[in-house]
């Protein structure tokens, strides 16, 4: 199983990007994705995650800036990120709980990570 994340990019303050991951290879179901950043000198925090029903959650810094959204007959998760700040600056990781089998266990799954830089 791999993710593979695209969309980061250099941005000045006020604008937008939106992000997507793809989980492909042998996979059974997906109940969560999300994202996660990580900025220098700091610890990765979550930024946004959803669960296949559609019920998401929202870090407080980004609730009413970011969306996430999933496409699940793609397996794709997207976050869409409007109003960028300098704080926003960091390594985005897209993570997702999957499950390989009928009769396996969900295991963790992690992105390769996109850079987002939001300067003037």
Same mark, same amino acid.
């Given at each position: =199983?791999? @993710?593979?994340?695209?969309?980061g990019g250099l941005v000045q303050p006020g604008g937008s @990007?939106? @992000?997507s991951c793809a989980a492909s290879g042998s996979i059974f179901s997906i109940n969560y994705m999300g994202w996660y950043r990580q900025a220098p000198g700091k610890q990765r925090e979550l930024v946004a995650g959803?669960?296949?029903?559609? @019920? #998401?959650?929202y870090a407080d810094s980004v609730k009413g800036r970011?969306? =996430?959204?999933?496409d699940n007959a793609?397996? #794709?998760v997207f976050l869409q990120m409007n109003s960028l700040k300098p704080e926003d600056t960091a390594v985005y990781?897209?993570?997702?709980?999957?499950?390989?089998?009928w009769n396996t266990r969900s295991a963790d799954y992690w992105g390769q990570g996109t850079q987002v830089t939001v300067s003037s």
């Open positions: =199983v791999q @993710l593979q994340a695209s969309g @990007l939106r @992000l959803i669960i296949s029903g559609g @019920l #998401t959650n970011f969306t =996430v959204s999933r793609k397996n #794709t990781y897209c993570n997702a709980e999957i499950r390989t089998g």
